[in-house]
């Protein structure tokens, strides 16, 4: 299906629209299997944060925060009007800009995206104040290791006054790390990754804890919900109905008021002075 996107914001983007459209990207062999799992992993999560995401304006510039691997940056590009900018971590020996070509032979789509390299938790953002709509950082808190308030006070200042932030993260209290603790005696923490110290969830959260810290740092919360993101089935299903603490995505939507604030709670934070 190809639509402009003035069509895509008076159309129901479904679940198989998503995965046809994103499936035919090119990618090395080598890659595939671990593209086409996180894909088909990710469907729902992608689908619902199409549909919280506030509709932008030709003029109106989104941010997207640790775009990689780009899936979420591809279905911006086709059903959204916002002028994108994305960022990635390559490390510092790589340039501060790095081109990502995105080629889809099915639907004779190229894309290539100028990433803008840093550290979102170390760096400075090389960007303006007040220079943002819209600003998203899906699936990126849980895997900061050192300082999720510095990239708040960032996006707080180079987002306009009102301007938007999306969050959404996997909730720590999902029901299938609860069953892994209780019944299988699993450990709930990702393996070591290869990809080093950002390529593992170092810390996920609760929703009140990222309400807290988003809170804290100068967001007024507009929204904050947690969602099921996986096909669930059987007792799952109830139980997910009788308690929806226990489903799988946090979203939060949060707008920028006042000044940016850095915010240290002591549940969050410990020995910050050994910085």
């Given at each position: 299906?190809?639509?402009?996107?003035?069509e895509s914001?008076?159309h129901?983007?479904t679940?198989d629209?998503?995965?046809?459209y994103?499936?035919?990207?090119?990618?090395?062999?080598?890659?595939?299997p671990?593209?086409?799992?996180?894909?088909?992993?990710n469907l729902?999560?992608?689908q619902?944060?199409?549909a919280i995401l506030?509709?932008g304006?030709?003029?109106s510039?989104?941010?997207e925060?640790?775009?990689?691997?780009?899936?979420m940056?591809?279905?911006l590009?086709r059903y959204?009007?916002?002028?994108?900018f994305?960022t990635?971590?390559f490390g510092?020996d790589?340039?501060?800009?790095?081109s990502?070509?995105?080629?889809?032979?099915?639907?004779n789509?190229e894309?290539?995206?100028?990433?803008?390299?840093?550290?979102?938790?170390?760096d400075?953002?090389?960007?303006p104040?007040?220079?943002?709509?819209m600003?998203?950082?899906?699936e990126l808190?849980?895997?900061?290791a050192l300082d999720?308030?510095?990239?708040l006070v960032?996006i707080?200042?180079?987002s306009k006054?009102?301007?938007?932030l999306?969050?959404?993260?996997?909730?720590?209290?999902?029901?299938r790390?609860i069953?892994a603790l209780?019944r299988?005696?699993q450990?709930?923490?990702?393996?070591?990754?290869?990809y080093?110290?950002y390529?593992r969830h170092?810390?996920e959260?609760?929703?009140?804890?990222?309400?807290?810290?988003?809170?804290g740092?100068?967001y007024?919360?507009e929204?904050?919900?947690?969602l099921?993101t996986?096909?669930h089935?059987?007792?799952?299903?109830?139980l997910?109905?009788l308690?929806?603490s226990?489903r799988?995505?946090?979203?939060?939507l949060?707008?920028?008021?006042?000044e940016?604030?850095?915010?240290?709670?002591?549940?969050?934070?410990a020995a910050?002075?050994?910085?």
């Amino acid at each position: 299906m190809h639509m402009t996107k003035s069509e895509s914001r008076n159309h129901t983007i479904t679940i198989d629209e998503i995965h046809h459209y994103l499936s035919f990207f090119e990618v090395e062999e080598k890659w595939r299997p671990e593209r086409d799992t996180y894909l088909r992993d990710n469907l729902f999560r992608l689908q619902q944060t199409l549909a919280i995401l506030p509709p932008g304006q030709p003029d109106s510039k989104l941010l997207e925060l640790g775009a990689s691997p780009y899936l979420m940056t591809l279905l911006l590009k086709r059903y959204t009007p916002y002028n994108m900018f994305i960022t990635d971590f390559f490390g510092n020996d790589r340039p501060c800009k790095v081109s990502v070509r995105k080629y889809n032979p099915e639907y004779n789509k190229e894309h290539v995206f100028e990433c803008d390299n840093f550290n979102v938790e170390r760096d400075d953002f090389p960007y303006p104040d007040g220079f943002f709509d819209m600003v998203l950082c899906c699936e990126l808190i849980e895997h900061l290791a050192l300082d999720p308030t510095h990239m708040l006070v960032e996006i707080h200042r180079v987002s306009k006054p009102g301007g938007r932030l999306l969050i959404t993260t996997p909730n720590v209290l999902v029901l299938r790390h609860i069953n892994a603790l209780l019944r299988k005696r699993q450990n709930i923490y990702g393996p070591y990754s290869g990809y080093g110290v950002y390529g593992r969830h170092n810390r996920e959260w609760t929703i009140d804890e990222v309400i807290q810290l988003v809170s804290g740092c100068g967001y007024q919360v507009e929204s904050a919900q947690v969602l099921d993101t996986y096909p669930h089935h059987g007792y799952s299903m109830w139980l997910k109905k009788l308690f929806p603490s226990l489903r799988d995505v946090i979203f939060v939507l949060a707008r920028a008021e006042g000044e940016p604030k850095s915010y240290y709670p002591e549940n969050l934070y410990a020995a910050m002075y050994a910085k």
